[in-house]
């Protein structure tokens, strides 16, 4: 593992950042001085995000993106090496979900999450590896409890974070096999209170709620800014 540097002299970009966990690891990384470069389909939210980081006295920047277009993923990339220079470390958290029986969904549905999930995070990894090797940094994959675990109502969702587990466990072996410093971690949150569960498709007659315990995203922003310093597997 490369030493990091501390969180207070890196620039970090969030995806998926505003709202909830991926809003929530923005603000704390700007609180201990990182730069932030935020990201989502939402303009006015990820302003709002920038007026947070700015009021917790760093500096930030908001680009407008869709993650299933890898073109404008890599004009975020561009964008946040144009403003600041370099990547530390680079927070894929963007998700949707259905809630469904696998046999129910239609596949437009279950491509939707595998092209959010699993392609938006891929295009952010491609994008941002050439400038995480110039600065010996860090890929961060927000996943969660479900890439070990296929729970009901929950196929596609379940799906997308198991590829990338994989997909990220061959990354992780090539990039310590070339020697380029680059670290890839996986957090993997169990219930959070974020508006995902107010907003998320579902096909059950109702809105779901998480399966307790619920935590707020406030100790997932936690271990999300331990691995920017200590990244662990």
């Known amino acids: 593992m490369a030493r990091k540097k501390p969180v207070s002299e890196q620039v970090v970009v969030v995806t998926g950042a505003s709202s ?22 939402n303009e006015e939210a990820l302003s709002t995000c920038v007026s947070e980081i700015e009021r917790a006295g760093s500096e930030g920047l908001s680009v407008t ?14 964008q946040a090496i144009e403003r600041f ?27 939707r999450v595998m092209d959010v999930n699993f392609f ?3 295009y952010g990894f491609w994008a941002a590896l050439p400038h995480l090797r110039a600065s010996k940094g860090t890929f961060l994959h927000i996943s969660s409890a479900l890439a070990y675990r296929g729970i009901p109502l929950q196929a596609a969702y379940c799906s997308s974070k198991a590829g990338l587990r994989a997909f ?5 072996v090539e990039e310590q096999k070339a020697g380029t410093g680059v670290d890839i971690s996986l957090v993997l949150p169990g219930a959070i209170n974020t508006p995902q569960f107010d907003r998320d498709r579902q096909k059950i007659g109702y809105q779901p709620q998480p399966v307790p315990p619920i935590y707020q995203p406030e100790p997932y922003a936690e271990a999300a800014l331990h691995c920017m310093e200590r990244p662990i597997r």
């Open 20 to 41: 909830g966990l991926g809003r929530a690891i923005a603000r704390a990384a700007a609180g201990r001085g990182a730069k932030v470069v935020v990201t989502g389909r």
């Open 65 to 78: 993106a869709d993650c299933t277009e890898q073109a404008q993923v890599e004009l975020v990339v561009a």
């Open 85 to 111: 220079g370099r990547i530390d470390t680079y927070v894929a958290n963007a998700i949707v979900t259905v809630y469904s029986e696998a046999e129910r969904l239609a596949p437009d549905e279950l491509r």
């Open 120 to 122: 938006g995070t891929v």
């Open 168 to 172: 990220f466990e061959a990354a992780r």
